[in-house]
């Protein structure tokens, strides 16, 4: 079946725009998780959705960042008034939603600001 | 807090010969899972390989095994018969056993170049 999707695949913006990116996680899967990494670095947990709900948010660097989920599928993560330290590879997963379970990832979003 | 270390920036092996990557990690947990993700150009970050903790059994998927040593929260990755497609980053990740939401927790990842 289809894996995990993110739109755009690469997005630039000036600093001080708006900007969203789109995960479309794998059918059937409950969990979805949004991580952020900056160049040659590992991952870091921005925010977790069960459901439509956002139990963790802990991630999230700033008030600047928010995410939404509808329907138990599609989840946005929108970024207000970008900055230059912004800039990184978003990544968007899912899971099945119970403990343990593999987490699969997109293929990423690299978002620069300029 | 959860940590994981990857010692090593970057290794090179010759097509076909054998690779070890190392990976350590801290925790207060007794259950978790551990895994292996590859991340070649395209940036997708693709699974490996997983091991339960509670099992002994040292995980295999074809040409990857794991040799994972609980008592010294040590989880090295083989890859055998490498391939230039082997050619990516590779993460070790942890994650918590119990409870929902559980947050992957990755090293810095290990750069690894086949080279023909």
């Known amino acids: 079946g289809a894996g995990v999707s993110q739109s755009p695949s690469n997005k630039v913006t000036e600093k001080g725009k708006d900007v969203e990116l789109r995960c479309d996680p794998i059918?059937?899967?409950?969990?979805l998780y949004w991580y952020r990494q900056s160049l040659g670095q590992g991952l870091e947990f921005l925010i977790y959705f069960q459901g439509n709900s956002a139990p963790d948010k802990s991630g999230l660097p700033s008030d600047r960042f928010s995410a939404e989920r509808t329907g138990g599928s599609v989840s946005t993560l929108t970024i207000q008034r970008t900055q230059q330290e912004d800039s990184a590879v978003y990544l968007c997963a899912s899971s099945p939603g119970s403990p343990g379970d593999t987490q699969y990832f997109g293929p990423g979003t690299r978002l620069t600001v300029l | 807090a959860q940590t994981v270390t990857q010692s090593q920036p970057e290794m090179s092996v010759q097509e076909a010969e054998t690779v070890t990557l190392s990976c350590t990690y801290d925790?207060?947990?007794?259950?978790?899972?551990l895994f292996w993700y590859k991340q070649p150009p395209s940036r997708q970050m693709i699974l490996v390989i997983r091991?339960?903790?509670?099992k002994q059994q040292n995980a295999t998927e074809n040409r990857f095994s794991v040799n994972f040593q609980k008592a010294a929260k040590s989880f090295s990755l083989k890859i055998s018969d490498s391939q230039l497609g082997d050619t990516a980053m590779y993460f070790c990740a942890f994650m918590k056993h119990w409870g929902f939401g559980n947050v992957l927790h990755c090293g810095s990842g290990t750069q690894v170049i086949v080279l023909p």
């Open positions: 091991q339960e903790a509670y």
């Open positions: 925790t207060s947990e007794s259950n978790y899972y």
């Open positions: 059918s059937g899967h409950t969990a």
